[in-house]
């Protein structure tokens, strides 16, 4: 039987580092139009060893208590009448979309692809969570909620905001509010490494509308080669990767943890580094959290990485969406349980 993960589902199965395969667009609607969606195909996904093995994770990302079942979420194909099923959430979408909508993955079950995972859930989800998924979706790592340090395991990503931007212009059978998408594309950039670095490239580029700094698009982890004497100046190191680079304008951020004061060699690595980066003709600045996580301290950040770049953005009471920064700034510097 052809099973189809959509919704929850196919989020875990992103989130389990599982190889995907793309499907033709001619077996994936042969798939979309039989896919089974009753209780023996839920209790065969639940049976998954990914989805078991992730079992915790979920539990966190939901918020489920530990005997609580986790529903299982679907596609049933078009047309087909709606059964209420303990544990199982069906879904519709019509059978026409464009080739590159399903991912078969390991157990024999298909799953909507990363694009359409995107657009399914832009009808849920508002900007802020959009641009959230999207940078998880393309970037190079996963959440694992039940570690009790909050971990990230290192992943590939699943897409890109180019392909993720030419399937929505090829999805044309499917509705899906497309100015947010559009909007959510526009600000995230490919290849975040951590959830903080999806944080600080929503929290700057995302429109002041929607509560951002509306600064131009960076590049993620962009990587810079050394010639022989910045190498030996590093010790070897052959090239670097800065967290947010804007390559036009010669300006970076980097966002240093806990772990870049931990030690005095660490310390005095990052200031060779700083020095490389000067002669290079980068302008790099240093942000760290407690910088970040205080309002006025970040404001002061970001007016200052505004006026290296060129640009302008307003802050603190002359913002004239202070209400939507902060519920913005909220949603990015808690975990980030969307989906």
């Given at each position: 039987m052809d099973i189809v993960l959509c919704d929850l589902d196919a989020w875990t199965l992103f989130a389990s580092?599982?190889?995907?395969?793309?499907?033709?667009?001619?077996e994936a609607n042969r798939i979309l139009g039989t896919a089974v969606c009753d209780a023996a195909a839920a209790e065969a996904v639940r049976s998954l060893p990914w989805r078991?093995?992730?079992?915790?994770?979920?539990?966190?990302?939901?918020?489920?208590?530990?005997?609580?079942?986790?529903?299982?979420?679907?596609?049933?194909?078009?047309?087909?009448?709606?059964?209420?099923?303990?544990?199982?959430?069906p879904h519709r979408t019509p059978?026409?979309?464009?080739?590159?909508?399903?991912?078969?993955?390991?157990?024999?079950?298909?799953?909507?692809?990363?694009?359409?995972?995107?657009?399914?859930?832009?009808?849920?989800?508002?900007?802020?969570?959009?641009a959230v998924v999207a940078s998880m979706l393309w970037g190079r790592y996963s959440l694992r909620l039940d570690d009790a340090d909050g971990a990230a395991v290192r992943c590939e990503p699943r897409g890109s905001c180019a392909a993720a931007r030419s399937y929505a212009e090829r999805c044309e059978g499917l509705w899906f509010p497309r100015a947010d998408v559009a909007c959510a594309l526009d600000a995230m950039g490919d290849?975040?490494?951590?959830?903080?670095?999806?944080?600080?490239?929503?929290?700057?580029?995302?429109?002041?509308?929607k509560g951002g700094y509306g600064l131009p698009k960076p590049e993620l982890n962009h990587t810079v080669f050394l010639d022989r004497n910045q190498s030996y100046a590093l010790r070897g190191q052959r090239r670097c990767e800065i967290d947010l680079l804007w390559p036009d304008r010669g300006v970076g951020v980097e966002y240093d943890g806990g772990e870049h004061f931990s030690t005095r060699e660490a310390q005095e690595r990052d200031r060779a580094r700083d020095a490389v980066m000067r002669e290079m003709g980068l302008d790099v600045v240093r942000w760290t959290?407690?910088?970040?996580?205080?309002?006025?301290?970040?404001?002061?950040?970001?007016?200052?990485?505004?006026?290296?770049?060129?640009?302008?953005v307003r802050?603190?009471?002359?913002?004239?969406?202070?209400?939507?920064?902060?519920a913005l700034r909220s949603l990015l510097l808690a975990p980030h349980l969307v989906w």
């Open positions: 580092r599982a190889s995907l395969d793309p499907v033709p667009k001619v078991r093995e992730l079992e915790g994770h979920l539990r966190a990302l939901t918020g489920a208590a530990p005997r609580d079942d986790i529903p299982v979420h679907l596609l049933s194909p078009p047309g087909s009448r709606r059964h209420r099923v303990r544990g199982l959430v059978l026409d979309l464009p080739d590159g909508s399903l991912v078969a993955a390991p157990g024999e079950v298909f799953s909507v692809s990363p694009e359409l995972y995107l657009m399914l859930r832009a009808r849920e989800l508002p900007v802020a969570c959009l290849g975040s490494r951590s959830p903080m670095e999806t944080a600080l490239n929503a929290l700057l580029c995302l429109p002041e509308a959290w407690p910088m970040v996580r205080d309002e006025v301290s970040c404001d002061l950040l970001v007016r200052d990485l505004a006026r290296r770049l060129g640009e302008r802050t603190g009471p002359a913002c004239s969406r202070l209400a939507e920064r902060r």
